[in-house]
């Protein structure tokens, strides 16, 4: 697992004021964040397999119930106190680590720790995650937060995905939350954009296009679809409801970019904007 740098964060319900009475600040998950690494890049495959999370949205299957789990691992663990800070880690290294080298050094080393002093730490990879959270000397802060995670998890409670970003550089990150606190109108907001997608991967599908590139023997690494609306600018028309990020194969002959599928097409006959003009 790789440490996750950039927006890792406790998230929780508003704090809300009434009448001179503060409510809120419920525990919903925690964000592992992310950072520039390849392990972050690879998806979370490993993770939904072992606890049972569809992980793919189908029609019938999308919003939350594409993100909950459905099973609890053994080697999920929690541990409440390990030298005043508490742990949740997922790790295949249980299935064979003896129960006394379940230590805060060997957490941490798996955590890869800058500093021993941090607050709070997270680590994940495509196949296993780690959080670290300090407890202080009067609360059990830590303890308290990544036990009702855990509790929930045991209870097929939780939900696994990839979220957040930060701008146009940015990444998404592991999220682990409990289902029952998760906001009406942020899984109202998560269920729509996976229907949107299934809705954009029929409009695509309809086009045939990948069908023809095959045909033709155009090659690429990516054509990944979008809806056309608000697409470039209003110079640019086309007559389908999508457009189509192009990674071409051959980068030296090819131009990669936003493409409609009139452009697809013309690239087939070797016009349009996608192949590169010969070298004067």
Known sequence: MRRGSQEAIVITSPIVETEGRKSGGQIIGVSLGWDWVPEHEWGISGICGRF????????????????????VPDELKFFD????????????????????????????????LYDEKEDFSTAWSERDFGVRMKNDDALNIGGSVLGQIYDAFTKRDGMIFLGGQKGPFGNRGLVLSIRSRMPADFLEKMKAADEDYLNLLDASEKTGIKQKLEAAGKNYYALSPRWSTGFK??????EHPVVYWLNPEDQRGNNAGWFTVEQLLEWIDGKGPIPKAEAA
């Open 52 to 71: 049972g999370v569809p992980g793919k949205s189908s029609r019938g299957c999308v919003g939350a119930d594409v993100r909950t789990i459905t099973k």
């Open 81 to 112: 106190n390990l030298d005043g800070y508490a742990y949740l880690m997922f790790t295949d290294s249980f299935s064979y680590t003896k129960p006394e080298d379940f230590t805060a050094k060997n957490f941490n080393r798996m955590l890869r």
């Open 233 to 238: 600018d209003d110079d640019t028309k086309t």
